[in-house]
């Protein structure tokens, strides 16, 4: 379609503008949007490295039991 077209379109009304859609809003706060949840916890510790030595394995020097039970965030 020509701007010509479109401009008459308009003016007989065969081409109506569609209303604005607002954008969603964002949480300032990060706790108040973890609360919500739409954002995750945040990592306590990244690792790709495992230590497999011993009874129990470990991340970063903590013992993957401990990770489990303080429930810290594990990130990729």
């Known amino acids: 379609m020509t ?3 479109i ?3 308009v003016k007989t009304g065969t081409i109506v503008s569609a209303a604005d859609v607002p954008p ?3 949480p300032l706060d990060d706790a108040q949007a973890r609360a919500e949840g739409p ?3 945040p990592t306590n510790f990244v690792s790709t490295i495992c230590d ?3 009874d129990v394995h470990g991340y970063c020097g903590v013992p ?3 990770v489990i039970e303080e429930k810290y965030g594990i990130g990729e």
């Open 39 to 41: 954002v995750c916890k």
């Open 52 to 54: 497999e030595r011993g």
């Open 64 to 66: 993957i039991d401990r």
């Open 3 to 5: 701007e010509h077209e």
């Open 7 to 9: 401009a008459e379109g």
């Open 24 to 26: 969603p809003s964002i």
